[in-house]
């Protein structure tokens, strides 16, 4: 069965600090991994898609990695800011838009 | 890409009645898709919104419990019929653009059952 799996399910930080959100999947097969923004209240927002020959791929202060040996992925957030709070999704693409694969998100809370 | 706007944003409803959650997206998309989302949980692919035709509904999902139109390439229609406290939710749509890596979200209909 398809799984995509997030940690930490939550995570409080202070506003200027890194952090780190980690995504394993066991989809098969596999086209591409993607990270979406989810505030409040919002539908998500694409942050970065990779592909199976992608390492990493950077959308501002965010940037993805991707082992496609391991089958696992992290969204690093450098110099948080108070905006960044809402939770982050990760989803796997077997092919197709129909073909996705959610992971339930980290929820992350900016502290000032 | 593709901005989807969705209404109404929130609704608070009667076990036994319907709703029928509207979805515009402001330029023309390849597919569209209905999804749920529960408190703390991932999106669940509810179906594929055909144009002109019915649509491709997912394991656990039927048509006449989510009966769903998309008349043209724009808009589509999601109603939730007969509802009960277990189908309160975040309905959300989405859209993908001439590259299905290109996927949009509207905001989502928070539904409450009573």
């Known amino acids: 069965k398809n799984q995509v799996e997030q940690s930490p399910q939550s995570l409080i930080i202070l506003e200027g600090k890194n952090c780190t959100l980690q995504?394993?999947?066991?989809?098969?097969?596999?086209?591409?991994l993607r990270w979406y923004k989810q505030d409040t209240g919002r539908g998500p927002v694409s942050l970065t898609i990779?592909?199976?020959?992608?390492n990493t791929k950077s959308n501002g202060r965010y940037t993805a990695t991707l082992d496609a040996d391991t089958k696992q992925s992290s969204l690093h957030i450098t110099a948080s800011q108070l905006s960044d709070s809402a939770s982050y999704i990760c989803?796997?693409?077997?092919?197709?838009?129909?073909?996705?694969?959610f992971g339930k998100g980290t929820h992350l809370i900016i502290q000032p | 890409s593709a901005v989807i706007s969705q209404k109404p944003s929130r609704d608070i409803c009667q076990r036994g009645t319907s709703l029928t959650i509207q979805c515009q997206v402001d330029?023309?998309?390849?597919?569209m898709f209905w999804y749920r989302q529960q408190p703390g949980q991932s999106l669940t692919l509810i179906a594929t919104?055909?144009?002109?035709?019915?649509?491709?509904?997912e394991s656990g999902f039927v048509i006449d419990k989510f009966p769903i139109s998309r008349p043209n390439l724009t808009f589509s229609t999601l109603t939730v019929s007969n509802m009960s406290p277990e189908d309160s939710s975040i309905y959300l749509c989405?859209?993908?653009?001439?590259?299905?890596?290109?996927?949009?979200f509207g905001p989502g209909t928070r539904l409450t059952v009573t």
């Open positions: 989803v796997v693409s077997g092919g197709g838009a129909d073909g996705l694969t």
């Open positions: 995504c394993n999947y066991t989809v098969s097969p596999f086209s591409n």
């Open positions: 990779m592909t199976f020959s992608e």
């Open positions: 330029s023309q998309v390849t597919m």
């Open positions: 919104a055909n144009q002109g035709s019915e649509a491709t509904y």
């Open positions: 989405s859209g993908t653009g001439a590259n299905t890596y290109e996927q949009y």
